[in-house]
C-alpha cells in the first residue's frame, strides 16, 4: 500500500525533528473543550500518541470519553482547542481552511459506523466520487474503484445501490472508498457496530489485511472482541489516555 | 459534476417537477405579456416611422375635442415652411368598435392626397384614391384577411358598399387595420358636416418639423400642434409606462417562482445534512457544494426557462392563429424576449440557490455527520 500513497505537499510543515520516520501520526497535547450554554465540557485534555506506519490501532473507552472527538480531530473534521497534529509529518493543525479538504483527501480515508453512502450513487458511484474531489480523470477513477472494490470481494456488485446491499457489503463498499485516494491513515469510527457477528470478523480481517499490507489502520470501538484483535488498544477516559492495553 | 446534479434532481421527481413547473408557469407569463408588449412596441414603432416627419395639427381643445374645419386646412398649407397639409376623419369602421388598438378604422382624406397620406406603405392590389373617387375603398391588410375580400369586392360601412380598389401591403402598424375612404363622403356618412379629426402637414425639405409646428400653432389660431419629436416622446412614454405594467405583472409570476426553487433547494440542503457531511469528509472543497448546489437550481431554472418558453410560444402561436380571422395580430415573440426570458429563468434559479448553497458551504463537516 505504501508504495501507492502520495506524497503531500499541502500544509505547513514544522515541529518534525522528533518526528520518526516510521510514524505516521502523533498527537501532542492534543485538547478540545465545547461549551455546553456557559458551561465547558472538556473532551480530552491532552492527549499524546504516536502511531507507526502499517499499525492497526484501537481506541476505546467509555461514552464520553473524547473517542470520536479524537477521531474527529486526526481526521481534520474539527479543530482541536489546543496541541498540535502530526500526520505523515505534516503539522496538520496549523493548515490553512483552504488546504484542509486536499489535506482529508490524501491523508485520511473514514469508515463509519452507518456506513454514509451517497444512495443515489450505485456501489462503484461511491468509491468513485472520493477522487473525484481529487480531480483525478474518470477512466483512472473507473480503473481504481472497480479494483477496490474487487478487492473487497464485490466485482460482482458494482451497480448496485447502498439499499441493495446487505450491511457487510455496504460497509466493504465505504472501506473501498476510504481506500480509493491512497490515504496515509484508515480512521474507522465503529466500524462493526450495525453488522452482525459474522461480518464482524469479515470487515476486521480486511481491516488486518490492509495493515499487514502497510496500511495505518485507527478503529475507534466499543466491542472488546475487535479491540482484541488490533496490534494496539488505546483507552481513552475522561479525555486523558488511562492505559495503553498492549 | 453534471451526472451528480442530475441523479440528485431525478431522485426526487415530484418535488423537482413542482418546482420546475413554477418557474415555468413564471417565464410563461414573461414570454404572453411580454410578447403582447413586444407586440405594442413593434406595432407603435412602425406606425411612428411611417408618419415621422408629418406634424399633426388638431383642435386646440385636444384630439377627441371635436376636430377642426377643413377650412383650416388652406391656413395650414400656407404657414411659411409647409410643403403640403391634408385633413383626415377618423371613425371607427365597426359599430361600437371604438377607436382603441387592434380596432379596425374608417380614415376619410381628399382621394388626391391619399397617395401622399400613406407613402411610404405600396399598394398590394388594385391602386390609391383618386380624384372623382366616390363610393370606393383602400383597405389595409388586417381587414383584407378579416373580411375575407380583395380588389373588386365590396365593403359595408355605415350601412354604405364601399368597392375595395386597392389594397395595402402588410406593414405591422395601425394602417394594415385603416379604410381609407374619399373624406367628403366620410364627412357625409358620418355627419361630421365639413369637420376633420385632424390635419397632416409636411415640411419642406430642410425646415425643421420641431420649429414649424410652433409656428404653425403661432400662425393658426384654435389649433394645436404635436411634433414628430414631440409625439415620439409621448409615444414612448406611453409604451413605456404599458411596458413596465405587463412586464412587472410578469416578472413577479417569475419571482414567485424562483422563491419555489429557493424553498426546494433549502429544504434539499436541510435534507442533504448529512450528504454534504460525507462528501466534506471525502474532501469535497466548498465550490465542489456550491457548484453542486448551484447547478441543481440553475438547472431547474433552465428547464422551468424552457418549458414556459415553450408553453408561452405555443399558446401566443394559437392566439395569434385564432386573432389573424379577425385580422388582430396581439402577441410577437422576438429574440430579444426569447433571450431576456431565458437569462431571467437561468438567472432566478441561480439566485435562488446561492443561499442555500452558501448554507451548505458554512455547514461543520461534523455536524453535519451527526446530522440525522
Known amino acids: ?246 | 459534476m453534471f451526472d451528480i446534479i442530475l441523479r440528485n434532481l431525478t431522485q426526487r421527481k415530484i418535488r423537482t417537477g413542482l418546482t420546475i413547473s413554477g418557474i415555468g408557469l413564471g417565464i410563461f407569463a414573461v414570454i404572453v405579456m411580454g410578447g403582447m408588449s413586444e407586440n405594442f412596441n413593434q406595432t407603435f414603432e412602425k406606425s411612428f416611422s411611417l408618419t415621422a416627419e408629418k406634424i399633426r395639427v388638431f383642435s386646440s381643445v385636444g384630439v377627441f375635442g371635436g376636430g377642426v374645419t377643413n377650412s383650416k386646412v388652406a391656413e395650414v398649407r400656407k404657414v411659411p415652411g409647409v410643403e403640403d397639409a391634408y385633413g383626415m376623419l377618423m371613425a371607427p369602421l365597426e359599430e361600437g368598435g371604438g377607436m382603441s388598438f387592434g380596432g379596425n378604422q374608417v380614415t376619410g382624406i381628399r382621394p388626391e392626397k391619399s397617395q401622399v397620406a400613406l407613402t411610404p406603405i405600396k399598394v398590394k392590389d388594385g391602386r390609391f384614391l383618386m380624384r372623382g373617387d366616390r363610393y370606393v375603398t383602400v383597405i389595409g391588410s388586417s381587414i383584407a384577411t378579416q373580411y375575407n375580400i380583395g380588389v373588386g369586392d365590396k365593403l359595408e360601412i355605415e350601412d354604405k358598399n364601399f368597392t375595395v380598389v386597392g389594397v395595402l401591403e402588410y406593414t405591422g402598424s395601425f394602417f394594415d387595420a385603416n379604410a381609407a375612404i374619399p373624406l367628403d363622403i366620410a364627412q357625409d356618412i358620418y355627419d361630421m358636416g365639413d369637420t376633420v379629426s385632424l390635419i397632416f402637414a409636411l415640411p419642406q425639405e430642410g425646415v425643421d418639423g420641431e420649429l414649424l409646428a410652433k409656428r404653425i400653432k403661432l400662425s393658426v389660431d384654435g389649433v394645436d400642434t404635436l411634433s414628430p419629436g414631440e409625439l415620439k416622446k409621448e409615444a414612448e412614454q406611453n409604451l413605456r409606462i404599458f411596458s413596465v405594467i405587463t412586464v412587472s405583472a410578469a416578472v413577479l409570476a417569475a419571482l414567485i417562482g424562483g422563491l419555489s426553487v429557493m424553498n426546494t433547494m433549502l429544504m434539499s440542503v436541510m435534507e442533504r445534512t448529512k450528504e454534504f457531511g460525507i462528501l466534506k469528509a471525502l474532501g469535497a472543497q466548498q465550490r465542489d457544494i456550491l457548484l453542486m448546489t448551484v447547478g441543481e437550481a440553475s438547472i431547474m431554472g433552465l428547464i422551468g426557462g424552457l418549458l414556459g418558453l415553450a408553453s408561452g410560444w405555443a399558446v401566443i402561436y394559437g392566439m395569434n392563429l385564432w386573432l389573424a380571422d379577425q385580422g388582430i395580430v396581439l402577441f410577437l415573440i422576438t429574440p430579444r424576449l426569447v433571450a431576456v426570458a431565458m437569462l431571467f429563468a437561468i438567472l432566478l434559479g441561480t439566485a435562488s440557490g446561492i443561499y442555500p448553497a452558501i448554507r451548505a458551504t458554512r455547514m461543520s463537516p461534523m455536524e453535519a455527520l451527526r446530522y440525522e
Do not use: C, Y
Request: avoid cysteine; hydrophobic fraction near 40%.
Open chain 1, 1 to 246: 500500500m505504501n508504495d501507492m500513497r502520495n506524497n503531500n505537499d499541502v500544509g505547513d510543515i514544522s515541529d518534525i525533528d522528533d518526528m520518526s520516520g516510521d510514524i505516521i501520526l502523533k498527537t501532542r497535547d492534543l485538547k478540545k473543550t465545547f461549551m455546553q450554554g456557559k458551561i465547558p465540557v472538556h473532551a480530552l485534555r491532552g492527549v499524546d500518541i504516536d502511531i507507526k506506519r502499517s499499525e492497526l490501532v484501537s481506541i476505546v473507552g467509555p461514552s464520553g470519553s473524547g473517542k470520536s472527538t479524537m477521531l474527529s480531530i486526526i481526521g481534520m473534521l474539527e479543530k482541536p482547542t489546543q496541541g498540535k497534529v502530526f500526520i505523515d509529518n505534516i503539522e496538520v493543525t496549523k493548515a490553512k481552511n483552504k488546504d484542509i479538504p486536499k489535506l482529508r483527501r490524501e491523508k485520511i480515508g473514514f469508515v463509519f459506523q452507518h456506513f454514509n453512502l451517497l444512495s443515489v450513487l450505485s456501489a462503484l458511484g461511491n468509491v468513485e466520487i472520493a477522487m473525484r474531489f481529487a480531480r483525478v480523470p474518470k477512466k483512472k477513477r473507473m480503473t481504481r474503484a472497480k479494483e477496490v472494490l474487487t478487492e473487497m470481494g464485490l466485482g460482482d456488485r458494482l451497480k448496485h445501490k447502498p439499499s441493495e446491499l446487505s450491511g457487510g457489503e455496504q460497509q466493504r463498499v465505504s472501506i473501498a472508498r476510504a481506500l480509493a485516494n491512497r490515504p496515509a491513515i484508515i480512521l474507522a469510527d465503529e466500524p462493526t457496530g450495525e453488522v452482525d457477528t459474522k461480518t464482524r470478523e469479515l470487515i476486521i480481517n480486511i481491516l488486518r489485511r490492509l495493515s499487514d499490507h502497510g496500511q495505518t489502520v485507527i478503529i475507534v470501538t466499543h466491542d472488546p472482541w475487535v479491540a482484541e484483535r488490533t496490534d494496539r488498544t488505546i483507552k481513552l477516559v475522561d479525555g486523558k489516555i488511562e492505559d495503553l492495553l498492549k
